[in-house]
């Protein structure tokens, strides 16, 4: 069984080498990260879960009850962001992630590594807040019609 597969799998440590920065003196297959990403990707998907949380709040808080649930995933959020922050405090600070700071004009524009490959960094933004942005639009929409109905 073991015969049919192929055996073209690499280590951990063969693909975060592939991933790594390299400068001009580097062996010639490993290719340069231009850049990490632009603090304003992570910007947008945080704005679109606060607004997520806050057209909740517009619309949904209407008694005690449904008030506490609102109280509590908001707390829920609050938790999780923080402890996001806090883990992102490491990461920013250990010497093997460090990447050229750009502007988001050039973020767009350049190669940004990943861990499945360098991608381009439009697409990066659009993974980063496509998700975020849709169910914040989607609440606002249902949060109208919640409104209107009611």
Not at 48 to 71: C, K, M, Y
């Amino acid at each position: 069984m073991s015969d049919r597969i192929p055996n073209d799998h690499r280590s951990f440590s063969d693909s975060a080498d592939s991933q790594r920065v390299t400068d001009d003196r580097a062996e010639p297959g490993l290719r340069k990260a231009q850049t990490g990403v632009h603090p304003a990707a992570i910007g947008v998907a945080l704005a679109a879960a606060l607004w997520f949380i806050a057209v909740t709040w517009v619309s949904f808080a209407r008694g005690p009850e449904v008030d506490w649930d609102l109280v509590v995933v908001t707390l829920f959020f609050i938790f999780f962001f923080g402890l996001f922050l806090f883990t992102a405090t490491y990461a920013l600070k250990d010497p093997r992630w460090r990447q050229r700071d750009t502007s988001l004009r050039e973020f767009l524009r350049s190669e940004v590594g990943t861990a499945t490959g360098p991608m381009r960094g439009r697409d990066v933004m659009l993974e980063i807040a496509v998700m975020p942005l849709s169910l914040a639009l989607a609440a606002t929409l249902i949060g109208v019609i919640w409104i209107a109905i009611h």
